[in-house]
């Protein structure tokens, strides 16, 4: 990691950046104290981070699981009870990642994981735009389709043209343009130096002279950063109450939380290794007990979920991030900023900040995806469009459940065309059939084998059945051919030749 650290640095100042005020939005939207988010996202960087072996993967409080927090909270009447759910949940991750339970994220298929990115692309194209126009009534961590307040992603979009700040778009407007023709610069080669950083300066130098120059293009206090008074470590943490371990409720929403922030985080842990241009791989057991860990932590010192955010491991990846030393000072910074730094940072415009996730989003949903996509054929692209409508209008969970369903859906179709190979001959003493059965005959090809069986084959018809290219035929299938075979065959005068099956099988087709 040393040898890597003047990218490091430079990276996980902007991931820090953007970090900040999403960790302070998370909290907001959930109902929790605004220094709860802090609190996971310097646990989620330093403490996950130290534990999590991948490189590029950033965590902390995720805008997912807003909602889960929202209804947890209200459910058991205080923070402080919540918190004990919080610690419960790490156990159940920390646990599950022992048993090795991470296995479920290779049966993701890659459409469903490029759906996401794509997804989150966008949406944080639409979301974004209103902050970057000095529009902010929206939580900057809203990533949900509906909003709290009533409005939805596209109703954001249209009320911007009730009110805008030009500072804003000034601000925003340079800061992409400058994102933009950076690699074709000079600046390009000062590795410790990223674009994203730059637009951080140049907004708060803008800012600060239409302060000064022109007070009408000054953005105000709403549309800047804003860490809340630092008073202390005590007042900083809240411990969580356990005096109500037993109560169902409490474990309801530790499960609740574990499940959604596993799932979550093995998701983004997919996602991420997508995006890594050294297509580095992180065990996903280890990545369940690194996020058992700081969900034990969080929840003992004060702080929210955590999970591994797509969000921040794209700013992190874009901004030139080559280890995991990355992760871990985002979170050493988070605590700073609240410690010393709160005055500084709360001049930097929220537009700033738009302006790297707008680029972000537009490297996660380029067109050229959408054209790879749709060349491999409707078998990958529709399950990936599918992917990112759901999440889009709905959330990243729902959406990725109905990408997986549709994304199956195909691949049953597949298994049903592809569970044997069906050659038919015509001569003058009636029609000859061989079946040649595949590798892998599972209980998926039932339903293709026993529809060719007892409806595709002709009345008086010679039929092979060639089991020999067969390594493994299941016992559904296998009841289906000894159907045919016992019953219907003698019935439609059917003369049927089995040839090729295993010993195993042939009690089963007697």
């Known amino acids: 990691m040393i040898s890597k650290i003047k990218y490091d640095i430079p990276a996980s100042i902007v991931v820090f950046l953007v970090a900040l005020p999403l960790c302070l939005g998370v909290a907001l939207a959930s109902g929790a104290p605004l220094l709860s988010g802090i609190i996971a996202g310097i646990i989620g960087g330093v403490v996950v981070g130290i534990l999590s072996e991948s490189h590029a993967s950033v965590s902390g409080p995720a805008a997912g699981l807003t909602a889960v927090v929202l209804a947890a909270i209200t459910k058991l009447g205080t923070f402080e009870l919540f918190l004990s759910a919080v610690v419960l949940a790490g156990m159940i991750q920390l646990f599950a990642g022992i048993m090795k339970a991470g296995f479920i994220a290779n049966f993701i298929p890659s459409n469903v994981i490029k759906g996401l990115l794509a997804a989150i692309g966008i949406i944080l194209i639409l979301k974004q735009i209103p902050h970057a126009v000095g529009f902010d009534k929206d939580n900057v961590s809203d990533l949900s389709f509906n909003q709290p307040d009533g409005e939805n992603t596209f109703s954001e979009l249209l009320n911007i043209f009730d009110y805008f700040s030009w500072g804003a778009i000034i601000i925003s407007s340079i800061s992409v343009i400058t994102m933009l023709v950076w690699d074709y610069t000079p600046l390009k080669k000062i590795s410790f130096f ?29 549309h800047l950063v804003n860490i809340p008074s630092f008073e202390g470590f005590g007042s900083m943490i809240t411990l969580p109450d356990f005096t109500q371990i037993a109560n169902a409720q409490v474990w309801t929403v530790a499960f609740t939380i574990a499940v959604v922030a596993s799932i979550e985080t093995l998701l983004n842990l997919e996602a991420v290794e997508n995006l890594d241009p050294q297509k580095r791989q992180a065990s996903p057991n280890r990545e369940l007990v690194a996020q058992g860990a700081g969900n034990i932590l969080a929840g003992m010192l004060g702080g929210i979920p955590i999970t591994s955010v797509i969000v921040r491991s794209s700013v992190n990846l874009n901004a030139g991030a080559q280890t995991k030393l990355s992760s871990i000072l985002h979170g050493v910074f988070l605590l700073a900023s609240v410690v010393f730094l709160s005055s500084i940072l709360n001049l930097i415009p929220l537009a700033s900040l738009a302006s790297i996730l707008l680029l972000t989003g537009y490297k996660l949903a380029k067109v050229s995806l959408f ?14 469009v599918s992917t990112i409508l759901a999440i889009v209008f709905t959330d990243l969970l729902i959406g990725v459940l109905i990408g997986l369903a549709i994304s199956i859906f195909y691949i049953l179709k597949s298994n049903f065309k592809n569970a044997y190979h069906f050659e ?15 590798e892998e005959v599972s209980f998926l090809n039932k339903a293709s084998i026993k529809e060719t069986l007892f409806v595709d084959i002709p009345d008086g018809s010679k039929v092979v059945i060639d089991g020999s290219h067969s390594k493994y035929i299941d016992y559904d299938v296998l009841e289906v051919i000894h159907d045919f075979s016992n ?14 099956f295993k010993s195993q099988y042939l009690p089963k087709l007697s």
């Open 424 to 438: 038919k001959t015509t001569t003058h003493t009636g029609d000859e059939i061989k079946i040649r059965l595949s």
């Open 487 to 500: 019953s219907y065959a003698k019935e439609k005068n059917i003369q049927l030749t089995l040839i090729g």
């Open 371 to 384: 054209k790879d996509m749709y060349k491999n054929g409707l078998n990958q692209f529709i399950p990936f």
């Open 194 to 222: 990223p674009s994203s950083l730059m637009v951080v300066l140049l907004g708060v130098g803008l800012n600060t002279m239409f302060m000064a120059i022109v007070p009408s293009l000054a953005i105000s206090s709403e």
